[in-house]
């Protein structure tokens, strides 16, 4: 079974751009959650999206957004990218609701210049 | 606010040794993982505990939680080369809906 993939695996930008990150869960799986980790902050939790919809945000700024398609695809979206944007960004599925193990793609590098 | 900190933060050890790693959390949950990850590469699931009391053990490593003490320990037994990496635990405080809050991480090498 196909694991959690995310695309692309790496990207540069500039300050003021804006990026759009993809996330495919595994198959049959429909909880996504994304993660921003830095080295200054490690790991913190961004969103969480089921059935389309969000179920649970962290503390981050509207500049970040996301969604979920239909077929369980997700993007993340981060519009006016600051130099501190810069991190691996990483995306987790698990089946179904809650007490479901999660698991992480590879992760998307972005750095903003 | 939830505060989820490992202890120790760096750990240096031989092969062959035992050691611990401790995840303090200052909230209720009932819901803890491990992951590891190793240099750049992404998180790996170890262990998913649901339940004050839980222990589950694969190969040289050993997860348990206590809820009271709000406590989670990672215990290497005979610790080999290919153990090292940052072990990180998580918090699930999504009350029905995912929203893990993870610890610091703590880098573990081990030594020939």
């Known amino acids: 079974k196909a694991g959690v993939t995310q695309t692309p695996r790496y990207l540069i930008k500039t300050r003021g751009q804006q990026v759009t990150l993809s996330c495919s869960p595994i198959?049959?799986?429909?909880?996504v959650s994304w993660y921003q980790q830095t080295p200054g902050q490690g790991l913190q939790f961004l969103f969480e999206y089921f059935s389309e919809t969000q179920r649970n945000k962290g503390n981050f700024p509207g500049r970040f957004s996301g969604r979920q398609f239909s077929n369980s695809r997700s993007e993340m979206n981060v519009s006016t990218l600051e130099l501190g944007d810069s991190a691996l960004y990483l995306c987790?599925?698990?089946?179904?609701?809650?007490?479901?193990?999660?698991?992480f793609g590879p992760g998307t590098r972005l750095t903003v210049l | 606010e939830l505060k989820v900190e490992q202890n120790p933060l760096f750990l240096s050890m031989q092969e062959g040794k035992n050691y611990t790693i401790y995840c303090n959390y200052s909230?209720?949950?009932?819901?803890l993982y491990w992951y590891r990850q190793d240099p750049g590469k992404s998180l790996e699931s170890l262990f998913v505990?649901?339940?004050?009391?839980a222990v589950k053990q694969e190969g040289r490593l050993m997860a348990s939680l206590d809820t009271k003490a709000r406590l989670s320990t990672l215990h290497i037994t005979a610790a080999v080369h290919d153990l090292s990496a940052t072990y990180f635990c998580?918090?699930?405080?999504?009350?029905?809906?995912?929203?893990?809050?993870f610890g610091q991480g703590t880098r573990l090498t081990i030594n020939p």
């Open positions: 998580a918090v699930d405080i999504g009350q029905g809906a995912q929203k893990l809050v």
């Open positions: 987790a599925s698990s089946a179904t609701a809650a007490y479901n193990e999660q698991f």
């Open positions: 909230t209720t949950s009932d819901r």
């Open positions: 198959s049959g799986h429909r909880s």
């Open positions: 505990l649901l339940s004050n009391g």
